[in-house]
């Protein structure tokens, strides 16, 4: 539990937690924040966007308990619909600590010396300005582990390349622990697109990303106001946020002077096939560079059926063929 003298110091650490109707798990990420065990002050920034359920509520009850760092903003109006960007926006300028360490509000820590282990070893490599580790995938449902998030490696660096080809599902949010000097000034891919991906490109370029092998957090998949309901729901979203993405990558080309061009223009069709996916532009998809990429043939034999025959959509879905 937090201490009383580590309270009064000034904060090495800012963990940034963005919540929306998350009365269910918000608990289980706040009480991982307070369970670090620590030698230096850290503060808990978070962001609640206007939560139509309890909360904002919880959250005031930890604001009351620990208010020197328990720090909330209370959004009155929902601001993910106004175009997103909320960490960039909201979060980042309010950070305090040398470094920032990032959860969802309906995910969670499990290692009481997830922030010192991870503090530590980006002390010991000052020529790295992120850090991240392990995640177990738990559904939200139930609780029960799916599997683990991560690279299945030793402790190391991971060079930008990787980071870059990882498309964001490369490491879990709740594992992002970032200098902060490195997000003071936005370059204009960052610009582009505020999401974890960015982040772990840009905490890269100057060092690679530091990892450790540890399991310290999890990542909570299919939860009722998760990003993977919403798209669900409408691939629209999905669309958009990965023509967004494609942009980001093109600008990250324009911004390292063609330093990562390859790596990045592979990336690149990855992001375009979730696009016509999506979209379901399934004769877009007919290009070779894209039929390739499909490891079983039943995947590239599905797009040619529905690049033809379209109308045979719906019923593939229904039957769970798009998966």
């Given amino acids: 539990m937090v201490k009383e003298e580590i309270i009064k110091e000034k904060a090495k650490v800012s963990i940034i937690c ?34 139509t359920d309890s909360t904002a509520d919880i959250i005031r009850e930890y604001e009351a308990k620990y208010p020197d760092i328990v720090i909330p903003i209370y959004q009155a109006e929902n601001q993910y619909s106004k175009g997103g ?19 969802e509000g309906d995910d969670y820590w499990i290692d009481e010396n997830k922030l010192q282990k991870q503090y530590d070893a980006m ?24 599997r683990y998030s991560g690279p299945e490696l030793d402790d190391g660096v991971i060079p930008v390349e990787e980071v870059i080809k990882g498309g964001g599902g490369f490491v879990s949010t709740a594992t992002l622990f970032i200098r902060t000097s490195s997000l003071k000034d936005l370059p204009p891919f960052r ?27 999890v990542y909570r998949f299919g939860g009722d106001s998760s990003y993977n309901a919403r ?4 691939k629209s979203i999905l669309a958009r946020f990965h023509r967004k993405t494609i ?7 324009i911004d390292t002077n063609g330093k990562y061009h390859d790596v990045i223009e592979d990336t690149l069709i990855t992001q375009e096939m979730i696009v016509y996916n999506a979209e379901r532009k399934f004769k877009k998809l007919l290009k070779w560079k894209y039929l390739k990429r499909y490891k079983k043939k039943s995947k590239a034999l599905r797009v040619i059926i529905l690049a033809f025959f379209p109308f045979v959509s719906k019923i593939w879905e229904k039957i769970g063929g798009s998966k």
């Fill in 85 to 103: 960007g909320i960490t960039d926006k909201f979060q980042f300028p309010r950070v305090n600590g040398d470094f920032v360490a990032i959860c």
């Fill in 18 to 51: 963005n919540a929306y109707n998350h009365e269910k798990y918000i608990r289980d990420a706040l009480d991982g924040f307070l369970m670090q065990k620590t030698n230096f002050a850290f503060e808990i920034l978070i962001h609640d966007d206007a939560s």
């Fill in 231 to 234: 798209i669900k729901k409408d």
């Fill in 123 to 146: 002390m010991a490599h000052p020529e790295c300005d992120i850090c991240t580790c392990t995640a177990e995938v738990r559904w939200a449902k139930n609780g029960e582990f799916s």
């Fill in 247 to 253: 942009d980001a990558l093109k600008q990250l080309d």
């Fill in 191 to 217: 610009k582009v697109l505020s999401s974890d991906y960015m982040w772990q490109i840009h905490g890269s370029l100057r060092g690679g990303m530091l990892f450790l092998k540890d399991a310290m957090a």
